[in-house]
């Protein structure tokens, strides 16, 4: 956490994509920042040479409504490939005063910003780089250990063992067809008759037809399924699970499972990128993941989460660059996860 923030200001800069712009504003919430959130719209011809080209010149920072107008930061999250050219501008605008911070692969180089965490299947490397398995979240040891402390009513008395079962959606590389929803329905079920208290929340990205049969399976078995009533659960569910079961659809939410140290049970749905395979291939080479087949299977672990070891270098490449333009230091205080 930053003990005053007052003077410092941040952006979190993304084209509004809802995975690009959560990484950014974990980590800004690990280094106890409140940013300002800033959203470009590039339009064509312009989007179509992004990363490499220049800003919309519809959003200068002299056109009304610009989402990069001064003030500019001290510090910049960006993430997203139409994001590099914008951050590349404040960085000159700024007259080199901004501290830019690139979150994934840009694209264009170890040179684009200061800082650049890059996952580890990435090609990308630099003295600037930093790779981990994981991707930045805001799941943390302190948010599962209040969850564990302080159990939300709706799932404290269900049975045991307790299985959080995170569904994303259709992607662009993923498709749950008929055959997939079937199956997992088919799986889920055998979990639910051996007697497992299921926890279950979907995404904007599920499927209408899968979402009705997941309700209706937690109706049918007395699980618990979040229908959007009340306080998001999500870490709740992490922080008493006893097993996760997650679709294999999302970085982000296989990140943040392994941030809970329980055993995470993978469902694939159809399609996959060869990325997304290599990260499992290597979760599974920690013990992490294992494949859903409608059975209990896995140890604890002890919890992965990269987000406070990227906070960690993010402070000290900033403290550097502040003193290299004579400013005063500021104080950070990080959470050890």
Sequence with gaps: MLRDDSRLITWVLSDGKAGDELQGLSVAEALGLHPEIRRIEPR??????????????????????????????????ASGRRAVPYLRFVKRA???????????????????????????????????????????????????????????PRLAGLPGPRVAVLVGGDSRHHRFTDHD????????????????????TTSRRTPLALREALMDLAARHGAFFWDGSGPNPY????????????TADS???????????????????????????????RLRGHGIVHPFDGHLVGQAYEPLNSTPKIAAAIVRGFSLHRRSLGLPDIAFSLESS
């Design 94 to 152: 700024s007259g080199q005063r901004t501290y830019t911070v690139f979150l994934k692969d840009p694209r264009t180089g170890p040179k684009t910003a200061d800082f650049i965490w890059s996952p580890e299947y990435d090609r990308l490397r630099g003295p600037n780089v930093l790779t981990t398995l994981t991707p930045p979240h805001r799941i943390s040891d302190r948010r599962i250990a209040a969850a564990r402390a302080h159990p939300d």
């Design 44 to 77: 064509a011809p312009f989007t179509w040479m992004m990363p490499w080209g220049p800003i919309d010149p519809r959003e200068r920072p002299s056109v009304p409504g610009s989402p990069i107008a001064p003030p500019y930061p001290d510090l910049l999250l």
């Design 235 to 246: 870490v709740d569910l992490l922080g008493l699970a006893d097993f996760i079961v997650a």
């Design 181 to 200: 929803r079937a199956t997992l329905l088919e799986r889920l079920t055998i979990l639910a008759r051996s007697g497992a208290g299921l926890m279950i």
């Design 251 to 281: 970085f982000n939410m296989i990140g943040e499972a392994a941030a809970s140290g329980k055993p995470i049970l993978v469902f694939e749905p159809s399609g996959g990128h060869p990325k997304l395979a290599v990260y499992m291939e």
